[in-house]
């Protein structure tokens, strides 16, 4: 079975950092390519960033770009967003997908997902 289980999200005052971390399991890691959804109250899902399977590619969201930073570690199966200067605007339920192509994953066509962690910046 397939999970994949997003942490670090929390309550941070604009300007502020956090770092989001998406463990997975039950599936061969480094052969997906993964990425960073969010989905404020009110609004559609968005992409925010995506990385291949050998972190050789990323993709960033307009919003985000200078601000975030996606990593992975396949060794861990784990994937990172590190969020910087947060704007209240951020604020946002946060996933982490999975897909076996990078443009699958940026299109939002995951094969799998996560639950989601909340993200609220204070202004």
């Known amino acids: 079975q397939v999970q994949l289980v997003e942490s670090g999200g929390g309550l941070v005052q604009a300007g502020g950092s956090l770092r989001l971390s998406c463990a997975a399991s039950?599936?061969?890691?480094?052969?997906?390519?993964m990425g960073w959804f969010r989905q404020a109250p009110g609004k559609e899902r968005e992409f925010v960033a995506a990385m291949s399977r050998s972190a050789v590619s990323t993709y960033y969201a307009d919003s985000v770009k200078g601000r975030f930073t996606i990593s992975r570690n396949n060794a861990k199966n784990t994937v990172y967003l590190q969020m910087n200067s947060l704007k209240p605007e951020d604020t946002a339920v946060f996933y982490c997908?999975?897909?076996?192509?990078?443009?699958?994953?940026?299109?939002?066509?995951?094969?799998?997902w996560g639950q989601g962690t909340q993200v609220t910046v204070s202004s």
């Open positions: 039950g599936l061969t890691f480094s052969s997906y390519a």
């Open positions: 997908a999975a897909a076996y192509s990078l443009p699958a994953v940026v299109a939002g066509s995951g094969d799998y």
